[in-house]
Each structure stands twice: as structure tokens, then as C-alpha cells.
């Protein structure tokens, strides 16, 4: 019998584990099997990933990165790989997570994982040098609550976001502010817009709000981001900028605000 991966698991052994792990939406290779080879989106994340690899610092050597939204675990696996000296991961689901853990065990990666929402970061007590939240924010009912919390809490340096965009592509510059009477702006499709989504879109109950890229990117910079690239059409890197975040005023929420929201 061969033995693969670092858990010395058969090749068999890991093929059995990964369907008793449900349905996975990232197609890892796991010593040969692939978790999701028929995924709508072709081999991904991999090739989402291989778009904006190049932006990323090469060596993450002495680094500590927190994976917001971490699902099966793809991210915070490339991650260990660039030479992260601590990974954290985590997610609301505890299937994902499940799937994760088993991932990290075939690499023989280190990586702590913690069932957790978004909303509750400010728990962990702790800025990372990279936060990743990718995929996740369309997925939220309070997104930008989500985006402040992550910036006033846990984001020390670098920020690696990506979220679905939907309606027109197009920047332009945004005044501070508009007299009462002048709406035309509003009816331009580059002002930033967040469609709300009351059922479901693409049959998934969980999509919410969907930007357009401006909105997108009034978003970031709202909750205290410098976008420093878009390498790839839906993604950015940013860095949290602390200047940004003191100029918001009394909205700013608290962790303490929360426990109302979420109760
Ligand atoms: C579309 S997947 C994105 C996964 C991965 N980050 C990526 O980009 O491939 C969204 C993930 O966000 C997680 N998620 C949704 N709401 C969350 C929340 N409030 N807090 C933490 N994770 C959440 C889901 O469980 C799921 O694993």
C-alpha cells in the first residue's frame, strides 16, 4: 500500500476522509486527491490565486497572518508555504473548518485554527502583519461593520481582500460633498453602489451586498485602507492606515456595540 502526505495516509485512506467531508468549495490536492475537481469555477482558487501570487511579499519569513473566511483552507496553506512564522485561521463553519484541519494534516502544515465570525475578531487580541479576508464580505449582512472591525482590531500591516463586484467597472472622482438639491451623481454608474440582495443570487442564500468596484474601494479606504494594488480584478492589497481610521467619527463601532447586534 502507498503512503502520501505528510499524515502518511493512504492514498485511499485520504480519498475516503475527503468525501466523508462533505462537499468542499476549494479543490486542494491532497497527495494526489483533489477535493473539488469539478468546481464551477474551474481548479480554484488556484487559478485565482496564480492572478495576484506576484503581489504578495515572496518570503513570509517571521511573519504572523490571520485567514478571515478561511474555508477549506487554501489560503492560509500558501501562506505556511511562503514561510508564515504563525498562521491563524478562521471561520464561521464548522464543516469548513473540519475540512481545513484535515487539509493542514495531509501538508503537515502548523496552522491554528479557531471557529469564529468575523465579528468577533476583536477577540483574539492581537494585530497579524497580514490579515486575509477574501470572498467573505458579500457574504455578510454588515459589511462594512466587518471592514471597521478588522482595521480598529486585528489588521497590523498589509490587508489581502477580494469580493464578488457586480455593475459597472468604472472610477471616478467622488466629491466630498454635494449640495442637497444636486442628485444627478447618484444616477452615475461609477458612484459607489452596494446592491442588496433579499433572496438569493447565483441560488445562494448567503450573498447579501454586491459593489461595484467604486463602492468597493469608498468602502476600504471608509474603513481606514490605503489600497496600495488591484492585481487582479477583484482583488486588492491595502495597508491599514491609521490616519484614516482616527478621521471617522463617532460610528465607529465598539466591540462592546456588538453584543446588542448579534444577541
Ligand atoms: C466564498 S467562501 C471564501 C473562502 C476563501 N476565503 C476564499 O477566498 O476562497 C466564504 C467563506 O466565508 C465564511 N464566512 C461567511 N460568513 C462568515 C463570518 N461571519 N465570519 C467568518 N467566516 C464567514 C464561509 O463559511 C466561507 O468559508
Redesign the pocket.
Known sequence: MSVAGEAGLSPDAIATRVRELGDW??NLDLAGVKTAPHHFLGD??TC?WQRFAHALPPSLQGKTVL??????G??ALQMKERGAARVVA????E??LAQARFAAQVHGADIEFHQ?????VAQLGERFDLV?????L???RHPLL?LDLLSEHVVGDLFLF?S?LRGSAALEPIATDYPFQEVAHFDSSAYPKLHFVEHRYAKDP?NWWIPNKSCVEAMLRSAGFSISCNPEQEVYLCRVDASARSRRGPDSIRAADLRGLRA
Open positions: 468549495f476549494h480554484y482558487p485565482k485567514d478571515v473566511g478561511c474555508n477549506a487554501f489560503y478562521i471561520d464561521e463553519d464543516g469548513y469564529m465570525s468575523v465579528y468577533d486575509i479576508f477574501m470572498g467573505v458579500y457574504h455578510l466587518a477580494q464578488m448567503t
